[in-house]
């Protein structure tokens, strides 16, 4: 059974970069079909989704920290990690990693889903 | 379009059943997937795909989607249901991720 543990600093200065790295266990990060992304929450609010890493390597990020978000994996560690450049205040959240798979069968729409989750882990940005 | 609309808030009566709908252009595409979310916990996976259920997910959580609404069924809702749910699917291009704002159930 695949898990996902995130790690991270816990509190980080404005203008710095933000790290946070999830740990895969029971699966390998490098195999076929999943993505591995990272998704956020800010206190009070809905989830926002930052950006994934394929198994094969390839990274998509939301259109909104594209300029600042970059998602890399490091498969001997079975490890992806995001790192939010520049950070202010509003970047103070929740951060969850999750694995999503997207299947279909015949004559039907593609189905992605979201699981397992990280437990998530808070990052506070602040002086 | 990169958008899920869901109410944000509804409530039902312990024992009875409620609709939560989700909204967008790339449904048309993509089917939805559902997450319940408690406080202070991790989204937890729901419903997806055409009406399939994670394993240990009781059955009265259902699903149905038509056009560019999918929704999530609770039928016999009960007090454990209360939560944030999250509907989430690709956008149109299939190659970002987007989520609903959520809709709060109180039971």
């Known amino acids: 059974q695949v898990q996902l543990q995130e790690s991270g600093p816990g509190l980080v200065k404005p203008s710095q970069t933000l790290s946070v790295t999830c740990t895969v266990s029971?699966?390998?990060?490098?195999?076929?079909?999943?993505?591995w992304n990272w998704i956020r929450q800010l206190p009070g609010k809905g989830l926002e989704w930052i950006g994934y890493v394929s198994s094969s390597g390839n990274t998509y990020y939301s259109p909104s920290l594209r300029s600042r978000a970059s998602i890399s994996m490091d498969t001997s560690a079975n490890q992806f990690s995001l790192r939010l450049r520049s950070v202010t205040a509003a970047d103070t959240a929740v951060y969850f990693c999750?694995?999503?798979?997207?299947?279909?069968?015949?004559?039907?729409?593609?189905?992605?889903?979201?699981?397992?989750w990280g437990q998530g882990t808070l990052v506070a940005v602040s002086s | 379009s990169s958008e899920l609309t869901q109410d944000p808030a509804v409530s039902v009566a312990l024992g009875q059943t409620v609709r939560m709908t989700c909204q967008g252009d790339s449904l048309r595409s993509y089917y939805a997937s559902w997450y319940q979310q408690k406080p202070g916990q991790a989204p937890v996976l729901v419903l997806y795909?055409?009406?399939k259920r994670p394993s240990g997910m009781p059955d009265r959580f259902s699903g149905l989607s038509f056009g560019n609404t999918a929704s999530l069924t609770i039928t016999g809702v009960q007090a454990e249901d209360e939560a944030d749910y999250y509907c989430n699917s690709r956008d149109t291009s299939g190659n970002h991720v987007v989520f609903g704002g959520g809709t709060k159930l109180t039971v």
């Open positions: 795909g055409r009406n």
């Open positions: 029971g699966g390998s990060i490098s195999s076929g079909g999943f993505y």
């Open positions: 999750a694995r999503e798979e997207i299947r279909s069968e015949t004559a039907e729409r593609p189905y992605p889903w979201f699981d397992p």
